[in-house]
């Protein structure tokens, strides 16, 4: 290491903004703070070693902290080591705009912690926003359904404006309980809608993408937290507001599809909404069915599922004398649309609707669906039946509920006949909902968050982790089965079993490298001398299990 300059240093820095941090390359502890932005310590040594004269260094093969020599040569050549706690925040704003003027689009190298608080930067999608943002917000308020201090900046406006934060997608459960406070709409006026109704706290004048010296940054971001602590109320909900993230049934569309990641509760919630429309009171589609036997069904569409299956089709059968008959059979769509009574709400539940290839499925009934198309509405419409030749139309009293796993398929790939008609409802992963479980001293909520954290900076929102996971969680055991035989699975499952970049989202416990004797080989013959494996060890042991667990967030 030391043949590393400064000048060497310098360069690994220009490729990492260049290349972004890879999955497997984050530091836990410290971090190397160049100009607001932060950079992994033992990744900055291992590309500085591949442009000085010396030994090319892999960060396997060196230890970092305080104290050791990766450490004194980044001090050594005037680079500041913080802790990941240690955040400047007038520092992080310099950097902030910066980047607003070089048109970046990378938030991988900004701290994701401020104190205790969740940190998230934005710059836009694909595209620079017209107002780029940095939000800070505390456990059990989301980007789009909370509230939380917010710097939003202006371009046109040519201000950076720390605001009383609301979200945009989602009326969140609460709101900021401060007097007299005004809106960014009120005291700056048209600004393009977004954001309008967040009230300001402090506004910063920005000339040239500089930040004025003239503020005590600090000061005015403490005194946000502080009111974030103590100056919040819960909304109060009306009690016929179904107890989850859904809105009311009476706003909800005929058509409906909750999505979201896995276990996230989307077929559970499915019952509850079924309860509201159907007046029933049984906890589970099996009970709903027993209750109201011609008032609910359920299906769950895969990839071989078709029009015949859901509407109706031909059956070949063979008669007693052998020769060969076709019957017409009726699939689930139209079976529960003839029970329908009028005036009476009956409900169709599609788990995995996103699965079934949906021009397929219903075919020229996908028109029906429509709330405007259904039977005594203006724009009715009838069609008649391709196998029996029945006079069909789609009752108004049916609902149809779908599931979604994001996961599984790209919001992006959905079926545009689907967007048209479907009323979206969005259901994510809520930490929260875990508090309750204690078991060996386990920050459940914080768990959850961490891995989440994780996967959406490597993967994206889809892809992370639900609740359901660990709700139903009473022993250690209970927790090991659901790392072991659900967690690690499905992680496998997302990265195609590349076990090293799964390594940095759980720890490196979860997953050991294997060696292996490749004295066989030669030099024309590559190997992969990167293998790594579940390290099943880690499962023979409670006490470790719990120790590794807890380092996955501590």
């Not at 015949?308 to 004398?321: N, P």
């Amino acid at each position: 290491m030391d043949t590393i300059t400064k000048k060497h240093i310098e360069k690994a820095i220009l490729e990492i903004n260049e290349e972004g941090i890879p999955p497997n390359a984050h530091s836990s502890t410290y971090d190397v703070v160049v100009d607001g932005k932060r950079y992994p310590p033992k990744l900055l040594i291992e590309k500085a070693s591949q442009h000085s004269p010396g030994k090319k260094l892999a960060r396997r093969t060196f230890e970092g902290g305080l104290g050791t020599p990766a450490f004194q040569v980044l001090e050594r050549n005037g680079y500041k080591i913080k802790r990941k706690s240690d955040v400047d925040i007038k520092e992080l704003l310099a950097s902030f705009l910066n980047d607003v003027k070089n048109k970046t689009l990378k938030t991988s190298l900004y701290p994701k912690k401020y104190n205790n608080y969740f940190l998230k930067v934005s710059f836009g999608q694909g595209t620079p926003a017209e107002r780029p943002w940095i939000a800070i917000r505390k456990e059990g308020q989301e980007i789009r359904n909370g509230i939380y201090p917010v710097y939003l900046y202006y371009k046109k406006l040519k201000k950076l404006i720390l605001t009383y934060g609301i979200s945009e997608d989602n009326r969140p459960d609460f709101e900021w309980d401060i007097p007299n406070l005004q809106t960014i709409g009120t005291l700056f006026g048209d600004v393009n809608a977004a954001n309008q109704q967040s009230f300001v706290h402090s506004a910063y004048d920005i000339e040239s993408f500089n930040l004025p010296e003239n503020h005590n940054y600090e000061e005015d971001l403490n005194d946000i937290l502080h009111k974030y602590e103590h100056n919040i109320k819960a909304i109060a909900q009306a009690p016929d507001v179904i107890q989850t993230n859904l809105h009311t049934t009476n706003s909800v569309m005929i058509n409906t599809i909750l999505y979201g990641p896995p276990g996230t509760g989307k077929t559970y919630n499915t019952v509850n909404l079924a309860k509201e429309i159907l007046g029933a009171t049984s906890t589970s589609i099996g009970k709903l069915k027993e209750e109201l036997p011609n008032r609910i069904d359920f299906v769950t569409f895969h990839q071989s599922f078709a029009y015949d299956d859901f509407v109706e089709g031909l059956r070949a059968s063979t008669t007693d004398a052998g020769s060969l008959t076709y019957k017409v059979e009726e699939g689930i769509f139209k079976r529960i649309c003839q029970k329908v009574e009028p005036g009476k709400p009956s409900v169709l539940i599609i788990d995995e609707i996103n699965r079934g290839n949906i021009s397929k499925i219903f075919g020229e009934l996908i028109t029906l669906i429509e709330d405007t198309k259904r039977q005594g509405e203006d724009e009715e419409l009838t069609v008649t039946l391709p196998y029996s030749k029945d006079s069909f139309s789609v009752p108004k009293e049916l609902h149809i509920i779908g599931t979604m796993n994001t996961a599984d398929r790209s919001l992006v790939m959905i079926d545009t006949a689907l967007r048209r008609r479907f009323n979206f409802i969005e259901m994510m992963p809520k930490p929260e909902l875990l508090k309750s479980i204690d078991i060996d001293g386990i920050d459940f909520p914080k768990l959850l968050q961490t891995i989440n954290e994780r996967i959406e900076q490597v993967l994206d929102k889809e892809h992370t982790i639900g609740h359901s996971f660990f709700i139903k969680c009473k022993t250690t055991e209970d927790v090991m089965n659901v790392f072991k035989n659900n967690l690690l699975p499905l992680l496998e499952e997302y990265f195609f079993d590349d076990f090293d970049k799964i390594q940095p989202i759980l720890g490196s416990h979860f997953y050991k490298r294997v060696e292996f004797d490749s004295s066989w080989t030669n030099d024309e013959i590559p190997i992969n001398e990167n293998i790594i494996r579940r390290n099943e060890i880690i499962f023979q042991s409670q006490a470790d299990f719990i120790k590794t667990v807890k380092s996955i967030y501590s």
